[in-house]
């Protein structure tokens, strides 16, 4: 019945370090995170297509985005001038990515200035803040030296595991690079993390850094994304803290996240010193291109009636529905495989090699409803996720007070990179109403109410956010 994981924003302006940039970073000591199923129809107030293709035609309107300059995709420049090798250059055209995003364009010519400098970034999520650091990374590593010589850490295994993927496609073309995962596996006890960039959860890198299985000496970059979680939170900010002290030496260090709520935000800076600093307004995190809707159900209870007629209004749309513990992801599960749905589930529970199968299951869209926690609400990138379910509105660990943060980083799961997708989320009370509209009023973001007992309206509400998006209206607008 333990919540999960749950976590607690600053114009796009790149704040200079107060003292010389000339020192690369700090040492050890200081302070240191059914197939949609096709829901079968059992009450399905539509067509089911409603969602069927929203894998639109992105490719098409990405160069319309990157030509806004009021876009976070926006970017007047070309990977090309950013000096990258030939072999990244490679790596970035076979992934397609043909200009790069705004934190991209902004974070990369400080990142890779000599001697390298600490970073505290903040972007939209979805907006390409992992190749940001990755190219970093690749950038520097030096092949010769099969060492660790960079450390990204993530707050989920999951998330870990992704950013690893990114680096090794992006850095395919440099013959001998070597990466690894350092998350919990039984199967490698003993061994050394012999490779140059590793990707981990905190716990299990402080854990083989004190074992002396990875060797912390060349390390030159240390990562944090989610940093705003990773320094927040108890357990995680303390696993960090001491990670950081046992590199030695000076090092990079280097923060990312969509959100850096001010209290966090001195840490950060404490933890990277004399970082260069870009930040957003919070008013400016919202994406448009993620239409945020909700529905007032009639008591808690009513919520999963409501999900199962909601799920009537897709197809083949990956989707992902947030609660808020562990028990109620493991009791949506059983209800909706009983009526006949196949989910997957993942949450804190489940041990390793089974949350990679469930997360594989759904990257590969062999499960395309995935019932979780906020263990899953940071950094997941699936391209094919159109729709972000909040059974439960995101509270604080006290389950009272909003957690505006976890809000965010969960509806943008969907709408990545310049994709559409709708977020909807179930009140029930008069609490979790003013929940969710303190949420709205905190990014001052718009909710829409959608009519309960008119499915009708539902479905020609959420076709017409996809219509809007394909005219290119909603997304290209994002974030004034
Ligand atoms: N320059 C680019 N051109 C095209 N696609 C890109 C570019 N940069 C990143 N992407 C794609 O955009 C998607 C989102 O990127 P990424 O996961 O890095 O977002 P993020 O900013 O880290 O989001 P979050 O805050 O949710 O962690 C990924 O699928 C990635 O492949």
């Known amino acids: 019945m333990a919540t999960e994981e749950s976590n607690p924003p600053g114009a796009a302006e790149i704040t200079k370090p107060a003292e010389s940039t000339e020192t690369p970073t700090t040492t050890h000591n ?76 902004k974070a990369l010519p400080l990142l890779l200035i000599n001697p390298p400098q600490n970073m505290i970034a903040q972007s939209q999520s979805g907006t390409g803040k992992t190749a940001a650091f990755s190219l970093n990374i690749l950038s520097r590593v030096d092949i010769s030296n099969v060492a660790p010589q960079a450390l ?4 989920s295994r ?30 490698r006890r003993g061994q050394k993390y012999e490779a140059h960039v590793l990707v981990g959860t905190p716990g299990t890198a402080m854990d083989m850094i004190r074992r002396r299985l990875i060797d912390p000496r060349s390390i030159k970059i240390l990562v944090l994304d989610e940093a705003d979680n990773m320094l927040d939170q108890g357990g995680l900010g303390e696993q960090c803290t001491r990670v950081k002290a046992l590199i030695p030496g000076s090092f990079q260090t280097v923060l990312f996240s969509a959100t ?30 993620i239409k945020q809707l909700c529905i007032d159900c009639p008591s808690e209870s009513e919520k999963y009636d409501v999900l199962l007629k909601f799920y009537g209004l897709m197809s083949q749309a990956s989707s992902i529905i947030f609660v808020r513990k562990k028990a109620t992801a493991e009791e ?30 759904f990257r590969s869209g062999e499960a395309k409803v995935l019932i979780t926690t906020n263990v899953l609400a940071r950094g997941i990138d699936v391209q094919s996720v159109t729709m972000v379910i909040n059974f439960d509105v995101p509270t604080m660990a006290n389950g009272r007070d909003p957690d505006p943060e976890t809000y965010l980083h969960r509806i943008g799961r969907t709408g990545r990179f310049g994709r559409v997708g709708v977020a909807l989320t179930l009140i029930h009370d008069r ?45 290209v607008d994002m974030v004034k």
């Open 332 to 361: 949506l599960e059983a209800r909706m495989t009983a009526d006949g749905h196949k989910v997957a589930q993942l949450s804190g529970n489940l041990e390793g090699d089974a949350r990679d199968r469930v997360i594989d299951s």
């Open 158 to 187: 999951e998330l870990a595991r992704q950013i690893l993927g990114v680096i090794s496609h992006m850095g395919q073309f440099i013959e001998g690079l070597k990466t690894m995962a350092a998350v919990p596996d039984p199967s």
């Open 152 to 155: 990204v850490l993530a707050p």
């Open 260 to 289: 850096f709520p001010e209290h966090v935000i001195n840490f950060a800076q404490k933890f990277a010193p004399n970082a260069n600093v870009i930040t957003l307004a919070h008013e400016e995190l919202t994406i448009e291109g």
């Open 431 to 475: 609490p979790s109403w003013e929940q969710l509209h303190a949420i709205a009023d905190y990014y001052k973001t718009e909710v829409q109410p959608l009519p309960l007992e008119d499915w009708d309206t539902v479905e020609e509400t959420i076709t017409k956010v996809i219509k809007n998006s394909r005219a290119g209206k909603s997304t």
């Open 30 to 105: 200081a302070i240191d995170k059914p197939a949609a199923d096709q829901l079968d129809g059992a009450g399905s107030p539509g067509n089911g297509n409603a969602l069927a293709d929203t894998e639109l035609k992105v490719e098409v309107k990405l160069a319309d985005l990157q030509a806004d300059p009021d876009n976070p995709l926006y970017s007047a420049k070309t990977f090309e001038e950013l000096q990258l090798s030939d072999e990244l250059l490679k790596g970035i055209h076979q992934m397609n990515f043909r200009k790069p995003s705004k934190i991209q364009e």
